[in-house]
């Protein structure tokens, strides 16, 4: 597993605090989870979406990211309807490990409200918050 | 023995079955046809499986080359926590295997099957003793079905005296088929934390425990290999809010003769046979997972149950309380007459297995605590766990230890579980090892440990001494070939 | 004693290590309130030599064939069992193994299980099958479960010529939830009923066994395309009997979507029924909700072929309250017995043996007819079949206990409305000669 310090921690998304990103895209917001996350979850084997229309709330639970020895949650980084998922990690699921802020993304939101952005962490907290 | 107990031999490579045998080869001897042949519709006539054709000796060297690549309780030690993988008595196999026995129809009338019933309710009255609990069902084909059959108890208890109750607690260090158990029932589990001595405290049972907790499943001794001290207050404290109190009896061989579980306040208990009471594990089962029960539970026992008059036995139905039926018959028979073969031939000995059990084990623990890292040091019971804390220098893990250790000529011990311990290895050596092969299991660890520090290329490498090296289990998840 | 190894020399030296004086100090850490004060009260330890003698003594009130000539099927089959199977499957290496979790060391058990899912998916014409689940029953009712997981609609149907014990090992598994059951009635030809069946769209799925209850082939295809005019419901197809397979069409070409059942016919003995073999399978695109384990073929660090146990993310140990079931162990030694049965038998012994079962059955009912008694479902059959006698049959039977003779099984006790209907079995294990001295007895 990777020492903190050799993380990628892209300075054009936000962080939360169950490690997953979120990039604003014109109208649109992008996710997925962190260099750390998958890191931590090892070689990713499958992710289960949510269906394209259903809204949820922020911090909602709205898929699983399957790895060989684990499960985990999916969190909506802010609430709002999905819009697109990445349908290439159906094929392609080692795109989360290998690209996790571009090629591995995740869900497309349209969200209820951008304010909520503003309370996911910056590349500076996430890190300190690693750190811990 | 000088030599190191590990060394290499001429395993033969054997293809799929498939990949052999030719068209017209056949390994069976067809019965002799004295009746005519009826010709069948044929709008119903099928092509017939395509199996592959294979001749006796094709099937024999088949599975005699695919043996030879196993390890097996009888080819070494298996020291997993948790799944007491003590030494199948042979006679117990005989047993099982006896004509009457083997090849007995589970639907005669009882008067033709004595021989069984017989054997079923002497067995249930045995594991009622060890126990202490009153009321016994042999029915559940494995503890997790044992579980299950508990929480329905649980369940139709409640709904019994007009209550809703749909939680149950489950501590930190459970294994995995409690919470699946609990909510196939349609519990909620609720997580209750153990303390920093590795047990339960009062304190953090009697801060979630409310009225709508049907119950608690405690593991004792737990996960940690460590005795719940507190249960008989904890069981105290979910009575008092009318919960019930479930134990998981995989852990059973730590305290045979030594606690009765009816004294302590549990109220019902599933056992493993495959573990405690020596059944074979058959690479993944068949196991047995037979149910202990209070007085207050006995109505909701399943069905059929065995029961006793006149001098006969019977099978009745004749419960209305009853969950039901969990299995098509009766239960794994064949394996419930070894356990009921062990059983005779250990007599009140069980005690002595299960006190040579707990001795191995603090022995073990005593010898590699320093070796590796021991989280929780204080008296253990049959198991015993630690974890790659030690190993961390050289991001040697939990994995490559076990590995590792497949060279040394070991089974591994339980890895990753419980939870509680990040990189937790348990090991169980149970009663049936003797010094002399815990000793070379313990120089193998300090030797692993010591490889780790100066050379931990060989514990990445590991294993290199069997048939194949580290699988890809990457691939096989995300490209998943489940048949030929 | 010969299973515990130590000496007192061995304890009181590691007693020593450890720093304690005896053995029962090592139990210091339980409170004393939780301490047993009495001794187990159990008989006396038995020698090998006492032990042999007091089974043999048990088995001995047993009635097994040959001595009794048995007619007896309803989910329990006596089928020979080639003398290799009991040898190879008595190879330490496969039943002192435990569960293949260090796939390294287990490559054995693993091949053999992967063989064995593939027998099962070509024998029920399915894509893919588990490592199995305990019996028929619980296989049934995880495969309703399944059918509710992926549909996420809250009724089933079910037919009421499943297996009686089956419906209510169904039954029990899911009123455990508050699933709702709806049972399916049976027709004049003793097959399932599915005119009642409106409102598709509320159920998950339509359970049906085939051969059925009553012996009687069900027509798949046709409930299959009825039961698929809602696009979602699920066709589940249950069996006791897999031996039929050998010879009928199989419930995957029939349009099954789950096909489970009860593999014990296949090499596994009767053992007064248990353990027995959950057999289940189904199409590829459900095979991240199937419950049980599965083994897949992979590639070890030198690309070297190698089977694991994969998909594990779905079961307890991992998912654990939000797993496809609890189900921990499978039947192991059950499914391995079964796939060295059919390496025996091969694709052309199983036809013929299937056909050999077929013909027995059908010459035990001729038999029976022209005795008189009366074959009231007029469908063709697999090795069972109901046959209705005059109504002081009970008599007859009952004498034919004492003539060692067990002429099926009454299935009033399961179908009231069925008095004096019998259900009898015959399989390659009846010789002519036998069925020919029962016909003889009914007929006078």
């Known amino acids: 597993m990777k020492e903190i310090s050799e993380l990628t921690l892209p300075e054009d998304v936000r962080y939360s605090d169950d490690h997953e990103w979120a990039r604003q895209e014109g109208d649109f917001v992008r996710a997925g989870i962190s260099d750390y996350a998958q890191d931590q979850l090892g070689d990713i084997i499958f992710v289960e979406f949510p269906e394209i229309g259903e809204t949820f709330e922020k911090g909602e639970e709205c898929g699983t990211v399957e790895s060989v020895k684990t499960v985990s949650e999916l969190y909506m980084p802010v609430g709002g309807e999905v819009t697109a998922v990445n349908e290439n990690l159906a094929e392609h699921p080692e795109m989360v490990n290998n690209e996790p802020y571009n090629g591995g993304w995740m869900i497309e939101i349209r969200p209820t409200d951008f304010g909520e952005m503003d309370s996911l962490m910056g590349k500076n907290a996430y890190l300190k918050m690693l750190k811990g | 023995m000088k030599e190191p107990l590990s060394t290499t031999g001429l395993i033969l490579n054997e293809p799929l079955l498939w990949e052999k045998g030719k068209k017209g080869r056949s390994g069976f001897s067809l019965p002799q046809r004295d009746v005519d042949v009826f010709p069948m519709d044929d709008n119903l006539l099928g092509n017939g499986p395509d199996f592959p054709d294979l001749s006796e000796l094709d099937v024999v060297r088949h599975y005699t080359r695919l043996s030879q690549w196993n390890y097996g309780v009888d080819s070494g030690m298996y020291p997993l926590g948790s799944c007491t993988m003590k030494y199948n008595p042979k006679i117990n196999e005989r047993q099982a295997s006896l004509h009457g026995i083997a090849f007995s129809h589970p639907m005669l009338p009882a008067e033709l099957s004595q021989g069984i019933l017989k054997i079923m309710f002497h067995l249930e009255r045995y594991l009622s003793e060890i126990t202490g609990l009153p009321a016994v069902t042999l029915q559940p084909a494995a503890g997790a079905q044992g579980e299950l059959a508990g929480m329905m108890m649980i369940k139709a208890f409640h709904q019994n005296s007009g209550s809703t109750k749909n939680k149950i607690l489950i501590p930190d260090t459970a294994h995995g088929t409690n919470p699946a158990s609990s909510a196939i029932c349609g519990f909620t589990p609720v997580p209750v934390k153990s303390n920093e001595l590795g047990v339960l405290s009062l304190e953090s049972v009697a801060s979630v425990m409310d009225e709508d907790i049907a119950g608690v499943m405690i593991t004792n001794p737990n996960t940690l290999g460590l005795f719940e001290e507190n249960i008989k207050e904890i069981s105290g404290i979910v009575h008092s809010k009318g919960g019930l109190v479930y134990v998981d009896g995989a852990n059973m061989n730590a305290i045979m003769g030594i606690v009765n579980m009816d004294d302590i306040g549990v109220d019902i208990m599933h056992l493993n046979l495959h573990k405690t009471f020596s059944t074979p594990h058959g690479g993944g089962g068949p196991g047995a997972g037979p149910v202990c029960v209070g007085k207050d539970l006995e109505p909701f026992l399943p069905v059929p149950r065995v029961v006793k008059k006149n001098g006969s036995y019977f099978l009745s139905q004749d419960f209305p309380q009853s969950i039901g039926r969990l299995h098509a018959f009766y239960g794994n028979v064949g394996v419930l007459i070894k356990a009921y073969s062990y059983i005779l031939s250990m007599g009140s000995m069980l005690k002595k297995a299960s006190q040579l059990a707990v001795l191995n084990a603090n022995y073990l623990k005593e010898r590699l605590k320093g070796t590796f890292h021991l989280p929780y040091d204080r008296p253990c019971m049959h198991e015993c766990v630690f974890s790659d804390k030690l190993q961390e220098e050289n991001r040697v893990t939990t994995l490559d230890i076990a590995k590792r250790l497949i060279d040394y000529g070991f089974h591994p011990p339980t890895v990753y579980f419980p939870l509680v311990v990040h990189g937790a290895i348990m090991m169980e050596p149970t009663e049936s090892e003797s010094r002399e092969t815990l000793d070379l299991f313990i120089e193998a660890c300090k030797a692993i440990a010591d490889e780790a520090k100066q050379n931990p290329e060989l514990l990445f490498e590991a294993p290199t001494k069997p048939k194949v090296r580290r699988m890809d289990e990457t691939k096989a998840a995300r490209h998943p070939y489940l048949a030929g | ?444």
């Open chain 3, 1 to 444: 004693m010969r299973y515990l190894p130590h000496t007192d020399q061995d304890i009181n030296e590691m007693l020593k290590e450890i720093g304690l004086k005896t053995l029962d100090d090592l139990f210091e850490c339980i409170p004393k309130e939780c301490r047993r004060t009495d001794d187990l009260n159990l008989p006396k330890p038995l020698t090998e030599w006492d032990l042999n003698t007091h089974m043999d003594n048990l088995a001995a009130e047993m009635a097994v064939p040959p001595d009794y000539k048995i007619f007896l099927g309803a989910g329990s089959y006596n089928h020979y069992i080639p003398e290799v199977v009991k040898q190879l499957i008595s190879r330490s290496e496969f039943y002192t193994a435990y569960t293949p979790y260090q796939p390294e060391i287990s490559q054995g058990t693993l091949q053999a299980i992967y063989e064995y899912q593939t027998i099962v998916t070509l024998l029920l014409g399915m894509d893919v099958a588990n490592a199995s689940m305990y019996d028929g029953a619980s296989a049934l009712a995880e495969a309703l479960l399944m059918a509710i997981r992926i549909t996420k609609r809250k009724k089933v149907a079910v037919s009421r010529l499943i297996n009686p014990y089956y419906r209510q090992v169904v039954q029990t598994y899911l009123s455990a939830q508050g699933y709702e059951i709806v049972e399916l009635p049976f027709l004049k030809n003793g097959t399932t009923d599915l005119s009642g069946l409106h409102d598709l769209e509320e159920f998950a799925a339509v359970a049906i066994q085939s051969p059925n209850f009553f012996g009687c082939i069900e027509d798949l295809k046709s409930q299959g395309e009825r039961i698929h005019s809602d696009r979602k419901t699920m066709f589940v197809t249950a069996f006791t009997e897999p031996l039929a397979y050998g010879l009928i069409k199989n419930p995957g070409s029939l349009g099954s979507d789950i096909a489970c059942g009860e593999g014990q016919s296949l090499g596994v003995p009767q053992s007064f029924g248990g353990p027995g073999l959950g057999m289940f399978a189904s199409k590829t695109k459900y095979v991240r909700s199937m419950p049980g384990r599965l083994v897949g073929q992979t590639t070890d660090k030198n690309g070297k072929r190698g089977f694991v146990l994969t998909l594990a993310t779905r079961e307890q140990h991992i998912r654990r309250e939000k797993a496809t079931s609890n189900i921990c162990s499978n039947q192991g030694l059950c499914a391995l017995s079964t796939a060295m049965y059919i390496a025996c038998t091969g694709g052309t012994g199983i036809r013929k043996l299937a056909a050999l079962n077929h013909d027995k059955a059908e010459y035990l009912k001729k038999g029976l007819m022209d005795a008189g008694a009366v074959i009231p479902f007029d469908t063709p059959i697999f090795n069972e079949f109901v046959v209705k006698f005059p109504s002081d049959f009970k008599d007859t039977y009952a004498g034919l206990l004492k003539k060692k003779m067990v002429a099926g099984l009454s299935i009033a006790p399961f179908y009231p409305e069925l008095s004096d209907h019998y259900l009898l079995c015959a399989t390659e294990t009846n010789t002519r000669e036998d069925m020919d001295a029962l016909i003889k007895e009914v007929k006078s």
